[in-house]
T-cell receptor, first 113, second 114 residues
């Protein structure tokens, strides 16, 4: 019963470094999402993938890239980290319709110095 | 376009007293509405959802919410707060088929005092 699994849990980067956040789900969901959470701003959508092989920009995509590796896995890459990308990142998965709830991972806390 | 406003950023209640978290929304279509809870250092967990069925929705852990279209509100309530209810709560709106386009409120931090 893993649900949505994110790695790593914590990461500290220097400005300009790159890294990839990994996400996997075992619920056979078609859709997967990456959000960032900043104090007082709720969650904001970075990218999403409606199905295997497709990805689309969300509200705040600049500075990020994504890969939908297969139905289970959806990764988020920071090519050149900036202090403004210090945040908590959540991966989520769900069915295709907006009426279905999302299932969230436990988050990755990223600090960029 | 859809949006959601949580009217209180912080709510403090005594254990055993009622909890009220207020949420107003705007949506161009018939919305789906959700409440999620986030405990410290955890992901978000679904409390309840409204998807055009009954307007009074019951969720987990004794929470319920009422959809009021005339007031564009979806307030979350619980009759008696428990210490374990201390967490952050998010109201979320979706325009039905616009998956991936969920709009989150800014969150309400709930503190429960003994």
């Amino acid at each position: 019963n893993a649900g949505v699994t994110q790695t790593p849990k914590f990461q500290v980067l220097k400005t300009g470094q790159s890294m990839t956040l990994q996400c996997a789900q075992d619920m056979n969901h078609n859709s997967m999402y990456w959000y960032r959470q900043d104090p007082g701003m709720g969650l904001r959508l970075i990218y999403y993938s409606a199905s295997e092989g497709t990805t689309d920009k969300g509200e705040v995509p600049n500075g990020y890239n994504v890969s939908r590796l297969n139905k289970r896995e959806f990764s988020l890459r920071l090519e050149s980290a900036a202090p403004s990308q210090t945040s908590v990142y959540f991966c989520a998965s769900g069915s295709m319709t907006g009426q279905s709830p999302l299932h969230f991972g436990n988050g990755t806390r990223l600090t960029v110095t | 376009a859809q949006s959601v406003t949580q009217l209180d950023s912080h709510v403090s209640v005594s254990e055993g007293t009622p909890v009220l978290l207020r949420c107003n929304y705007s949506s161009s279509y018939s919305p789906s509405l959700f409440w999620y809870v986030q405990h410290p250092n955890k992901g978000l967990q679904l409390l309840l959802k409204y998807t055009s069925a009954a307007t009074l929705v019951k969720g987990i852990n004794g929470f319920e919410a009422e959809f009021k279209k005339s007031e564009t509100s979806f307030h979350l309530t619980k009759p008696s707060a428990h210490m374990s209810d201390a967490a952050e709560y998010f109201c979320v709106v979706s325009d039905g088929d616009s998956w991936g386009k969920l709009q989150f409120g800014a969150g309400t931090q709930v503190v429960v005092t003994p």
